[in-house]
Nanobody, 122 residues
Framework: QVQLVESGGGLVQAGGSLRLSCAAS????????MGWFRQAPGKEREFVAG????????LYTDSVKGRFTVSRDNAKNTVYLEMNSLKPEDAAVYYC???????????????WGQGTQVTVSS
């Protein structure tokens, strides 16, 4: 299994930006797709973005398209989530996950980080 550690969360005003990072170790990073999910209090974990092994293909949930960008640096074993024009409804704990196929289904990812809190003030 891979170990995943997220960082970069924090408090930001609505309209602001944050960049999340997820550092991986324990297995060949470039062999796996990566996903970002988020979970707000009282809500189910939801898919935010995913990226293929090479980084060429990406997938986003509709609510973040045009505002969030997922990228990866296989040389650094790190995946990023650039979040712009943040809204209060983006507030959640953000998790990165590793898997075989880019999918919106969380149970298809076999490794998860501990999460990083994103708070957006209005």
């Amino acid at each position: 299994q891979v170990q995943l550690v997220e960082s970069g969360g924090g408090l930001v005003q609505a309209g602001g930006s944050l960049r999340l990072s997820c550092a991986a170790s324990g297995r060949t990073f470039s062999n796996y797709v990566m996903g970002w999910f988020r979970q707000a209090p009282g809500k189910e974990r939801e898919f935010v973005a995913g990226i293929s092994r090479s980084g060429i293909s990406t997938l986003y949930t509709d609510s973040v398209k045009g505002r969030f960008t997922v990228s990866r640096d296989n040389a650094k074993n790190t995946v990023y989530l650039e979040m712009n024009s943040l809204k209060p409804e983006d507030a959640a704990v953000y998790y990165c996950a590793s898997g075989i196929v880019v999918t919106t289904k969380p149970d298809r990812y076999d490794s998860w980080g501990q999460g990083t809190q994103v708070t957006v003030s209005s």
